[in-house]
Each structure stands twice: as structure tokens, then as C-alpha cells.
């Protein structure tokens, strides 16, 4: 999460706190529940590689280059699919902009009664 120091002057407005419950509000809550796990997960990658040739051998080595490769295809797929989900993000901020002013105007309209008077020029 990014914030710049002219965030902290300005009000933030409801479409920006919508999309912070909505997106980023999972994104700590999961960053803090695996976060345990980057201590342990790195241990426990050398030590099994350690088990797995020591058990193997070097045949061991043509499954871990295949295992290297499969992660250089995700890491391509994951980018691509990081780009595609920010646009999507940024079209649905659009939307809700959109939503959250239309839905501001019918306020007004319903605090100043005026339903009869742009029913009339709707007919």
C-alpha cells in the first residue's frame, strides 16, 4: 500500500474508503496471516532440496530445472494477470464513482421533494 504525504492533508473520499474495505483490507489481513511464513518457508526449501538430491542424486537436478521453469511460466502468468486485475480495479473505481454520484443526486432530489417536478419534465 502506498501513501504520500498529500494523502494525509486531504479527506479521503467515499469511493477511495469503499475500495479500501473492498480490496486492500484482504490484501493485510492474508499479508499478516502467511506472513510467519517467510521465515520458514526459505528453511525449508534448502532443507528439502538437500533431502531430495541426497536421496536422488543427480537425476534430481533435471526435476529441479523443470521445477525452476514451471516458476518462470507463473511468474510471466502472475504479472500478466497483476496488470490485468489493476485495469479492472481502476474501470470498477469508474463504476462506482459514477454510482456513488448518481446516487448522491437522488439524495438531493428526495431532501428538496422535487420527484412531481422532474417526473413532469421526464413525461
Known amino acids: ?17 469503499i475500495n479500501f474495505i473492498q480490496v486492500d483490507s ?10 510467519p511464513g517467510l521465515l520458514i518457508t ?3 526449501i534448502i532443507v528439502y532440496t538437500y533431502m531430495l538430491f541426497d536421496l536422488f542424486g543427480y537425476p534430481f537436478l533435471f526435476g529441479f530445472g523443470t521445477l525452476l521453469i514451471f516458476m518462470i511460466i507463473n511468474f510471466v502468468i502472475q504479472n500478466s494477470n497483476r496488470k490485468l486485475v489493476k485495469k479492472m480495479l481502476s474501470r ?8 456513488t454520484e448518481t446516487v448522491n443526486h437522488l439524495k438531493i ?5 422535487w420527484e412531481d417536478e422532474f417526473l413532469n419534465r421526464v413525461i
Do not use: H, W
Not at 432530489?109 to 421533494?113: C, H, R, T
Open 26 to 35: 484482504p490484501k493485510i489481513s492474508n499479508a499478516l496471516i502467511l506472513s
Open 92 to 99: 470498477k473505481d469508474k463504476r462506482l464513482k459514477v454510482t
Open 1 to 17: 500500500m502506498k501513501a504520500s504525504p498529500a494523502s494525509f492533508t486531504q479527506k479521503s473520499k467515499e469511493g477511495e474508503i
Open 42 to 44: 526459505p528453511i525449508q
Open 109 to 113: 432530489l428526495k431532501l428538496y421533494a
